[in-house]
């Protein structure tokens, strides 16, 4: 099992910058592709970011593609998101999931992620 705990998240004025963090404990991080997700209040879960688990193959939702950045550090058993630019529609629940994964796979699918954690509230102000 891999436990997943979300931090970061906060109340940022709209072109502001936040960074996000996942730490996992549990099972053995270096296996795992990891992404980031989000839900907005009454809308559905959806894809933000994902990265293999090697730290390469960083994919993104067009939404954010030029303002967010995935990275992992497997050494500290932490993936990050790095937000620029916000918008207030980025405010959401960000939450990090985790699944285990061949070499260079990512997913955008929250179905593929088995491991999910609590979440961190990011508000943007306009």
């Known amino acids: 099992q891999v436990q997943l705990v979300e931090s970061g998240g906060g109340l940022v004025q709209a072109g502001g910058s936040l960074r996000l963090s996942c730490a996992a404990s549990?099972?053995?991080?270096?296996?795992?592709?990891m992404g980031w997700f989000r839900q907005a209040p009454g809308k559905e879960r959806e894809f933000v970011a994902a990265i293999d688990r090697s730290g390469g193959r960083p994919y993104y939702a067009d939404s954010v593609k030029g303002r967010f950045t995935i990275t992992r550090d497997n050494a500290k058993k932490t993936v990050y998101l790095q937000m620029n630019s916000l918008k207030p529609e980025d405010t959401a629940v960000y939450y990090c999931?985790?699944?285990?994964?061949?070499?260079?796979?990512?997913?955008?699918?929250?179905?593929?992620?088995?491991?999910w954690g609590q979440g961190t509230q990011v508000t943007v102000s306009s």
């Open positions: 549990g099972g053995t991080f270096s296996t795992k592709a």
């Open positions: 999931a985790a699944r285990t994964a061949l070499y260079y796979s990512t997913s955008s699918s929250a179905k593929d992620y088995p491991f």
